[in-house]
C-alpha cells in the first residue's frame, strides 16, 4: 500500500511540473525595452562571450533586451524614478530563453570548458550548481525579471561595490563591508525597483523580477534577435 501511495505521489509530481511549468515559444506579449525606456544603456553580456562561462550563449542572437509588456511598463517607472534623482539604467540582462539557461547547465557539465574564473574566483565551477547559483529554470525565463545597474546621465560609472555576475558574498545586497557610497548607491536602485512593483533577492544585488509578472508558471523558449 506503502509503495502504491508512493507512486502516485512521484506521478503527481511529475503531471504538476508539466502543468505549472510550461515552455512556450510565444513572444507575443514582449517588447524590446528600448520602445518603452529611450535612454537606457545595454551591455548584453550573454550575446558575448564576456560572462562567466567565457562563451556567448545558445538564444542570444542579437544584443537586445525583451520583457513582457507588463515587465518594461514598470521598468520604465523605474527608469522615470532614478532620471530624476540623475541617473539612467545599464542592462545587462532580461529575458533569457530556457535553451540559455540548459547551455549554463551543459557548460557546467563539460570539464574540458573552465569558463571566466573572475566571475567564480573562489568557487568550483561545480559549486556553481550545487550552491544554486546557476539554477535548471531561472525567472529571467519567465520574462518580467531584469538584471540591472545604474549610471549617472552623462554615461559614467556608478560605483556598486561588484560586478555582474560575480558569485561571491560581495554580491549579496546587505553585504557588510561596503563603503558609505556603494550602500547608498544599491539602495537607490533598490528602492526605485520595489516602488515600480519589482523584489529582489538576497544573493545579487542588480536581480530584480515583477512581483505580479504576468507569467509565473511559464517559461519561455523563443531566440533573441
Avoid at 562561462?53 to 520604465?76: D, R, V
Avoid at 544554486?132 to 549617472?152: A, E, F, P, W
Avoid at 561595490?161 to 561571491?168: H, I, P, Q, V
Amino acid at each position: 500500500m506503502k509503495k502504491f501511495l508512493l507512486i502516485i505521489f512521484v506521478l503527481l509530481c511529475i503531471i504538476s511540473n508539466s502543468v505549472f511549468a510550461q515552455i512556450s515559444y510565444d513572444k507575443t506579449d514582449f517588447v524590446p525595452v528600448y520602445t518603452v525606456i529611450d535612454d537606457a544603456v545595454y551591455d548584453i553580456r550573454y550575446y558575448s562571450s564576456y560572462n562567466f562561462t567565457g562563451n556567448k550563449i545558445n538564444g542570444y542572437n542579437a544584443p537586445i533586451a525583451y520583457m513582457t509588456k507588463e515587465g518594461a511598463n514598470a521598468l520604465s517607472k523605474a527608469a522615470d524614478d532614478l532620471r530624476k534623482q540623475g541617473y539612467r539604467i545599464l542592462i545587462w540582462d532580461t529575458y533569457r530563453p530556457q535553451k540559455a539557461v540548459n547551455n549554463f547547465v551543459e557548460w557546467i557539465n563539460n570539464p574540458n570548458d573552465e569558463g571566466d574564473k573572475s566571475f567564480f574566483p573562489n568557487l568550483a565551477k561545480s559549486d556553481l550548481l550545487k550552491g544554486k547559483y546557476i539554477m535548471s529554470k531561472s525567472g529571467h525565463s519567465r520574462g518580467s525579471t531584469v538584471d540591472l545597474t545604474l549610471i549617472k546621465k552623462d554615461g559614467s560609472f556608478v560605483d556598486m561595490g561588484g560586478t555582474f555576475d560575480l558569485f561571491s558574498e560581495i554580491s549579496h545586497p546587505d553585504y557588510k563591508k561596503l563603503t558609505k557610497e556603494q550602500k547608498r548607491n544599491r539602495k537607490i536602485l533598490h528602492d526605485a525597483m520595489i516602488k515600480a512593483g519589482f523584489e529582489g533577492i538576497d544573493s545579487e544585488w542588480w536581480h530584480f523580477t515583477l512581483k505580479n509578472e504576468p507569467y509565473p508558471d511559464t517559461y519561455f523558449d523563443f531566440d533573441i534577435e
